[in-house]
């Protein structure tokens, strides 16, 4: 292990280079990025109103005057479990009947983002899995010490799984680091030891896979007859009601088109539960910072009684691998246009562009039948309390099988011919 190491705590990544923290972001995931994670923070979608507090764990190599970065973990201080994805309610009803506290807990996810992706970033030069074990261990010794009832990896990778639910304690030359100076108050760590021993959890989404696809039909001819029809059919619902879908960059949107695109992410909310989280600021800034990164699909309807102004709006991030729909909104409802807008449209952009996969968000197991395949998803969790570890423990043993046989079993609802079905 590279010697001189120091563990930070901070509050903000504003005083974090930019480079820096990208360059431990190799994957190209778009919700990793420095400036997706600080504009959050920026433009007030964290803090009181929705219980989600900045905690970033960084990993410095080096002297002071010339230290690098070599490893983080984004992670928050939750005072309660919305916009996690990973439901724990049975969890904290179980300490509070118990007259326990579960909040605050400290989760390292990616603030109301469902998306699959690394939670310890490790700079590509450091030893993987003793690097992951220090961070974890700092997490964890950290969240010891505020008294935090446990600690949540959320959407993890099968890699970062693996090396969580590890007992393997290794010596570590980690060093506190105290920054006094730091106007975001971080903490120091000390005695940093590296045992991983968090619990699994499993869940299922579903994702699209580029099958080496030359075009939407291409993609067609490959599922059953019954299935190509429904699919067809779904699009011309759309075609024939006149409207017209445009794929745009978020660069090239202008600001009167974000205040569209905000006020299409807000219905959703309006016309469901819950309280948007996102404010308007932060998708103009976005689309200044990582526009290119941001896929925007328009639906207009000509007919409409002001044309110009869009009917409905996806919105999707774009990684290197992967594209992952995020939102959607409309002001008229219109047979299959959901469909279209962030299940069709985001399938022909990934034929077009070679991508090779794509996330659509949580939940929906009417996803499959329109070619998103059930996928595990993993979570790891440091459960502080001894009882309440093996309680939870028990719960994840029984959990598991079932979800395991759930998702395979929902493979049966693919819309592949059986000879082509690829997993």
């Not at 010339?66 to 983080?72: C, K, N, P």
């Not at 045992?195 to 599922?223: E, K, P, V």
């Not at 999707?316 to 594209?323: H, K, P, Q, S």
């Not at 995020?326 to 069709?344: Q, T």
Request: contains cysteine; negative net charge; glycine residues 6%.
């Amino acid at each position: 292990m590279t010697p001189n190491l120091q563990i930070e705590v901070r509050d903000s990544l504003a005083d974090i280079s930019p480079a820096q923290w990208n360059g431990l972001c190799e994957d190209g995931n778009p919700f990793l990025c420095h400036e997706f994670l600080h504009t959050l923070d920026a433009t007030g979608c964290l803090g009181k109103a929705t219980g989600w507090y900045p905690r970033y764990f960084l990993l410095w190599a080096g002297e002071e005057d010339i230290r690098e970065l070599v490893g983080a973990v984004p992670a928050y201080v939750k005072t309660n479990s919305y916009g996690e994805f990973v439901f724990d309610w049975a969890w904290a009803d179980a300490y509070q009947s118990h007259q326990q506290e579960y909040y605050p807990k400290l989760v390292s996810s990616i603030p109301f983002t469902p998306a699959t992706g690394r939670r310890v970033l490790v700079r590509s030069d450091m030893p993987l899995d003793d690097t992951i074990k220090i961070l974890a261990s700092a997490v964890r010794q950290f969240a010891d010490s505020q008294d935090f009832s446990s600690v949540h990896y959320l959407f993890i990778t099968e890699m970062e799984s693996r090396i969580l639910s590890a007992v393997s304690p290794v010596n570590s030359e980690a060093q506190s680091a105290d920054n006094d100076d730091s106007a975001d108050a971080s903490r120091v760590l000390t005695g940093v030891e590296t045992a991983t021993d968090h619990l699994r959890r499993i869940d299922c989404q579903y994702h699209w896979h580029n099958n080496d696809y030359q075009d939407f039909d291409d993609f067609l001819a490959r599922c059953t007859s019954k299935r190509r029809k429904t699919i067809r059919r779904e699009r011309r619902h759309v075609s024939d009601a006149g409207l017209r879908l445009a794929q745009r960059f978020g660069d090239t949107l202008t600001e009167r088109e974000w205040r569209w695109v905000h006020g299409f992410y807000q219905s959703t909310f309006d016309r469901k539960w819950g309280n948007p989280s996102l404010t308007l600021p932060f998708f103009e800034t976005i689309g200044e910072l990582m526009g290119d990164k941001i896929l925007i699909v328009f639906a207009y309807d000509d007919n409409d009684g002001m044309p110009e102004w869009p009917v409905a709006c996806s919105i999707m991030f774009i990684g290197t691998d992967t594209l992952y729909g995020r939102f959607w909104g409309c002001r008229a409802e219109h047979n299959s246009l959901h469909f279209e807008a962030c299940y069709y449209q985001g399938i022909e952009y990934c034929i077009a562009h070679q991508i090779d996969n794509f996330e659509p968000g949580a939940q929906g197991e009417h996803k499959i039948t329109r070619g998103f395949v059930p996928t595990i998803t993993r979570s790891a969790h440091y459960i502080r309390h001894p009882g309440f570890r093996d309680a939870i423990a028990n719960y994840l043993a029984q959990e598991t099988p079932h979800v395991e046989q759930r998702c395979a079993g929902l493979t049966d609802l693919l819309p592949f011919k059986s000879d082509l079905i690829n997993l």
